[in-house]
């Protein structure tokens, strides 16, 4: 089956630092990827959509300045938490799909920002 | 606007049947998926129905009704490892990249 890995799995950085999640399509070329938020207890939110070499469409809410997306090729799409806060940590996960109507999930990155 | 609703927590017994339920509100409907999610893990896939009826899996069914903007997924001989939290997930109509709204989720717990 299609595989999708992020790296990394856990990061704890200083409030005010910036982190960098990254999401690969293993054995597939994904046409889009997906990022989502999910609180404790709390189903996912959608940030964003990413699709290779155009720039994220945004859900309503989301800081397009704060969570930048770039998706560099079709194996690979990147988030980067810029000036993190408390308030960030969270469990970010993405998600990547070719050209059928299935996504495939990564195994999520927990962010703890202390 | 978007709205999808399941019930916060289920409890069921090893052996039985249970069903969850997933009544939705979206802009346009372009297909239901159903997710298992363990414990700080990713969800994984389950079913997907995009006509109304019935779709059956090994244990796992799933129903649609879209003059009802309903879905029920129905798991039979329960087992403890079926313990883990089930996501509604609409995709709804448009150019959106298959974008996908997701329920809130049911924790289910399955006892001895």
């Known amino acids: 089956g299609a595989v999708v890995s992020q790296h990394p799995s856990r990061v704890i950085c200083k409030s005010g630092t910036s982190v960098k999640i990254e999401c690969r399509s293993l054995?597939?070329?994904?046409?889009?990827m997906f990022w989502y938020r999910q609180f404790p207890k709390q189903s996912l939110m959608l940030m964003a959509t990413s699709n290779e070499g155009s720039k994220a469409t945004y859900e309503q809410g989301v800081e397009k300045d704060k969570f930048l997306i770039n998706h560099a090729s079709l194996t690979l799409s990147t988030l980067t938490v810029t000036s993190a806060h408390p308030e960030d940590s969270s469990f970010y996960i993405c998600s990547a799909r070719d050209i059928g109507i299935e996504q495939y999930f990564g195994p999520g990155t927990r962010l703890t920002v202390t | 606007g978007q709205n999808i609703d399941q019930p916060t927590e289920m409890t069921a017994t090893e052996g039985a049947i249970v069903q969850i339920n997933c009544t939705y509100q979206?802009?346009?409907?372009?297909?239901l998926f159903w997710y298992q999610q363990h414990a700080g893990e990713a969800p994984t896939f389950l079913s997907y129905?995009?006509?109304?009826g019935l779709e059956e899996k090994g244990r796992f069914s799933s129903f649609l009704s879209r003059s009802k903007g309903y879905s029920y997924l129905l798991l039979k001989e329960l087992q403890m490892k079926d313990s883990a939290s089930y996501l509604c997930?609409?995709?709804?109509?448009?150019?959106?990249?298959?974008?996908?709204?997701f329920g809130q989720g049911t924790e289910l717990s399955v006892k001895p």
């Open positions: 054995d597939f070329q994904a046409t889009t």
């Open positions: 129905n995009v006509l109304d």
């Open positions: 997930a609409v995709r709804p109509l448009g150019n959106q990249g298959g974008k996908l709204i």
């Open positions: 979206t802009s346009g409907f372009n297909g």
